[in-house]
């Protein structure tokens, strides 16, 4: 029980980096079919991504020995200040004026098709690869650990759609550096767990 937990944990805070691109690009109006290739992505590859990360997490682990827990609390921790840091990294501010300018050059992005679907789902996920090698090295249960990373990611990415018909930006934007604590406190529990 407290091996799925960490893993929702873990789920959790990853899924709230989708999350908060989700609600932010929300605000901008995007397409139901975006909407939804783009939770079908993040959930599949929260799948993929750990799932590689876990075996090569199995096989460092089985290499360092007693030392792997620590490594994957380590390597979790180092998401979490990552995220911490992006979540909390100044935000260019300009006024209504300014901004209705710019987006009359049509300087925004525009976003469409299976390519804008993959790279953006490639840029919320990444560190689920990373995340599963840590998850790996600590030896957690594969099958359940990338079912509910999957299901969670989704879910979250949902969330994030319909979130944006009621937050502001600074909510998503706050949302990254949330999945960063959560993910530095489960490395604590982890790297407590390691050295007993």
Same mark, same amino acid.
């Given at each position: 029980?407290?091996?799925?937990?960490?893993?929702?944990?873990?789920?959790?805070?990853?899924?709230?980096?989708?999350?908060?691109?989700?609600?932010?690009?929300?605000?901008?109006?995007?397409?139901?079919?975006?909407?939804?290739?783009?939770?079908?992505?993040?959930?599949?590859?929260?799948?993929?991504?750990?799932?590689?990360?876990?075996?090569?997490?199995?096989?460092?682990?089985?290499?360092?020995?007693?030392?792997?827990?620590?490594?994957?609390?380590?390597?979790?921790?180092?998401?979490?200040?990552?995220?911490?840091?992006?979540?909390?990294?100044?935000?260019?501010?300009?006024?209504?004026?300014?901004?209705?300018?710019?987006?009359?050059?049509?300087?925004?992005?525009? %976003?469409? /098709?299976?390519? !804008?679907?993959? =790279?953006? $789902?490639?840029?919320?996920?990444?560190? *689920? #690869?990373?995340?599963?090698? @840590?998850?790996?090295?600590?030896?957690?249960?594969?099958?359940?650990?990338?079912?509910?990373?999957?299901?969670?990611?989704?879910?979250?990415?949902?969330?994030?759609?319909?979130?944006?018909?009621?937050?502001?930006? %600074?909510? /998503?934007?706050? !949302?990254?550096? =949330?999945? $960063?604590?959560?993910?530095?406190?489960? *490395? #604590?529990?982890?790297?407590? @767990?390691?050295?007993?």
């Amino acid at each position: 029980m407290n091996e799925l937990m960490g893993s929702f944990i873990v789920a959790i805070a990853l899924g709230l980096d989708a999350f908060s691109v989700a609600l932010c690009l929300g605000l901008s109006g995007i397409s139901r079919t975006f909407k939804l290739q783009f939770i079908g992505v993040v959930s599949i590859l929260h799948v993929l991504l750990p799932l590689t990360g876990l075996y090569l997490g199995l096989a460092a682990g089985n290499l360092a020995g007693k030392w792997a827990a620590i490594i994957g609390a380590l390597v979790l921790a180092f998401i979490g200040q990552q995220m911490i840091r992006e979540g909390l990294a100044k935000e260019e501010v300009m006024c209504f004026r300014e901004a209705r300018v710019k987006m009359e050059r049509n300087d925004r992005i525009a %976003l469409g /098709g299976w390519t !804008a679907v993959l =790279v953006l $789902g490639l840029s919320v996920s990444v560190d *689920a #690869l990373v995340a599963g090698f @840590g998850l790996g090295i600590t030896r957690v249960s594969i099958l359940s650990t990338v079912v509910i990373m999957g299901v969670v990611a989704g879910l979250m990415t949902g969330l994030g759609w319909l979130g944006a018909k009621y937050c502001s930006e %600074l909510i /998503g934007k706050r !949302a990254e550096a =949330v999945g $960063g604590v959560l993910l530095i406190l489960l *490395a #604590l529990k982890i790297l407590v @767990g390691g050295i007993q």
